[in-house]
């Protein structure tokens, strides 16, 4: 399909980059994108994949939109308070890009439902703020053969990687670095830990980008590498992320 008119003129600035043109828009047109979690990661994160012109986004979360979330998420203006968050979002990127389809999922991802949603994407994107679903995440887009990129947030850092070992060594996945959850008390959720919102904006953004590049193919991704982002000294670090192979996902045993 050609592009139209008003999409030459909608995405000008993506056309006239050589690493992008009509051939990478349209690769973007075409991309099915899951996001888990409409929240602080979710919000810069939809926003930018509706505005690029990612041609289908899902999106996956179970809550309802709160008074103390807008101080972060972005995507969700007061006058929705009370909405479901994924019918929120919904309405926030038709009023970006009207040429998105949204795929609304209000529910929380479980092992009876999270491996057939993952597999009718090309892509997931981890914007969910419990080990639980991170875990499970890992270990479906591994089993299903689907590249994830995910972020992590603290008060005042984040983290980011892209994990595709389902492509074989040298991609790790994420129990390569770190193997079991840690025991629910000790970590904090962002629901209830302190957070300062931008934070939630730069790795979000950061994770738009990352999957942006893995749809069109361009640069270096952030497999085998986690980027990490200390908002306090306002400084970025990246280390090497090595596969096990005795992982207990992605090993050979
Ligand atoms: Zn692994």
Redesign the pocket.
Known sequence: MPLTDAQFERYARHLILDEVGEAGQEKLMAARVLVVGAGGLGSPLLLYLAAAGVGTLGVVDDDTVDLSNLQRQIIHPTARIGALKVESAAAAIAAINPEVRVETHALRLGTTNAADLIADYDLVADGSDNFATRYLL?DLC?AVGRPLVAAALSPFDGQLATFK?HLGPPH?????LFRDPPPPDLVPRCETAGILGAVAGVIGTLQATEVLKEILGLGEGLSGSLLMYDALRASFHKIKLP??PD?????TG
Not at 172 to 176: L, S
Not at 247 to 251: E, K, Q, R
């Open positions: 890992n591994y070992a790790p996945c994420y129990r390569c596969r096990d992982c207990p996902t992605c090993g």
